[in-house]
């Protein structure tokens, strides 16, 4: 478990609706999985472990959440993992014996401990574990439970990594014959690789889930958000002011409760000083910068035009361009290349054929800010 993702946050607005409309789509059965994206910081992860995981909780189902982005080298292991924390603490204690792991490190009668997740996790990341014969297994200690699993994976893109396909097909094919019991829920940001991983007849989930936008947070959020501040701030704030922040902060829920933040523990200064910091803050901050200092010549040239809506990357007036700002000959192919790591690395999205889009609209903004690259800055 997460820390803190349990404890009530009381500036989370639910979405009961929401979470209820997913899970009665299961249980319609029109389809065993759904596919969600949604740009960067959209409050898709906060939405699936705060209201629809809670509510199918109570719905009866056992719920398993990993995010792969965080154990991207080995999403077998953090899938597995997660598995065995959606067991009761018998069927873990099964599963890990099955693992040659030592069976005293799970009383039980307790819950598994945070120690024995990363005993877990430690074993499953030996080499010569066959963690496609532990995803079976655990799979099996989940058909002991008699309950449905809501299995929830965040940031499912990494799973279409070349280097995960063996286990990726086993994934599909053990919850294919279990469809009627284990409902999964992909997430993430970048809707290309998403696409690909459903839409590619080569892929192993090929025809899997439908794939649909994640409904953003709106008006509503936002309402919710400025009474809630209000209730505590001796300068009130009007939903004018609050809509309009949001609109600036390009409706994204995590730069808009920055900016609330601000305004609360400076009300003397205002709304407009609160909103220019909040702006300064989000597109012009360190993390930007270390990840622009790690990146290519060449993938920062690529970002910068991006980022001022160039959009024909191959027309030899771009590549002269290029050429200037990288010191040397831009080719084709120094655009080729570049567009390929930044997809890699999910930085940037193609939304059709040629046409590129920085994923994080932030960072965007702060490329915009930027002066254009040259060769020995
Ligand atoms: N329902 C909500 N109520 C209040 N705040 C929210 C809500 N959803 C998101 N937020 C705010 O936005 C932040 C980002 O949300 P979250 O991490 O869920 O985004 P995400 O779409 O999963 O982003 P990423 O693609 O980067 O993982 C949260 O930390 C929180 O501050
Ligand atoms: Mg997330």
Redesign the pocket.
């Known amino acids: 478990m997460r820390t803190g993702e349990n404890l009530p946050?009381p500036?989370?607005?639910?979405?009961p609706e929401l979470a209820k409309a997913y899970l009665q789509a299961f249980d319609l059965k029109l389809s065993a999985a759904r596919g969600l994206f949604?740009?960067?910081?959209?409050?898709?992860?906060?939405?699936?472990?705060?209201?629809l995981m809670p509510e199918a909780v109570t719905k009866g189902y056992l719920t398993a959440y990993t995010?792969l982005?965080d154990n991207r080298t080995s999403p077998e292991t953090a899938l597995v993992t997660a598995l065995t924390e959606a067991l009761e603490p018998k069927g873990a204690a099964a599963f890990l014996s099955k693992l040659r792991t030592p069976v005293k490190k799970v009383k039980a009668s307790a819950k598994l401990a945070g120690s024995v997740e990363g005993s877990l996790e430690a074993e499953l990341g030996k080499p010569g574990v066959d963690r496609t014969a532990a995803l079976h297994e655990v799979l099996k200690q989940i058909d002991r439970a008699k309950k449905p699993l809501l299995l929830v994976i965040?940031?499912a893109q990494v799973l279409a990594g070349a280097d995960h396909s063996d286990f990726a097909h086993a994934l599909r094919a053990a919850l294919d014959i279990r469809k009627e019991r284990v409902k999964v829920i992909f997430?993430?940001?970048s809707e290309t690789t998403l696409r690909a991983m459903f839409a590619r007849a080569s892929e192993p989930f090929y025809n899997w889930a439908p794939l649909e936008p994640?409904p953003l947070?709106g008006d509503e959020?936002v309402a919710?958000?400025v009474e809630l501040l209000n209730s505590m701030a001796r300068k009130k704030l009007t939903l004018e002011q609050g809509r309009h922040a949001f609109d600036e902060l390009h409706r994204?829920?995590?730069?808009?409760?920055?900016f609330i933040e601000r305004y609360m523990l400076y009300q003397p200064q205002g709304e407009a000083a609160a909103l220019a910091y909040t702006k300064a803050s989000v597109f012009s901050d360190e993390h930007s910068l270390a990840q622009w200092r790690e990146m290519k010549p060449a993938d920062r040239a690529i970002l910068y035009l991006l980022a001022r809506g160039e959009s024909d990357l191959h027309s030899s007036a771009t590549l002269e361009r290029l050429g200037t700002m990288l010191g040397k000959t831009a080719t084709r192919n120094t655009t080729g290349h570049a567009l390929r790591r930044l997809l890699a690395a999910t930085v940037i999205t193609r939304l059709a054929m040629g046409d590129y889009r920085i994923e994080?609209e932030a960072f965007a903004d702060w490329i915009r800010k930027r002066p254009e690259p040259a060769p020995d800055a």
């Open positions: 946050d500036w989370h607005f639910s979405r949604a740009r960067r910081r959209m409050g898709k992860t906060e939405f699936l472990r705060r209201d995010n982005w965040d940031e997430a993430g940001s994640f947070l959020f919710f958000t994204t829920p995590e730069f808009f409760k920055r994080d």
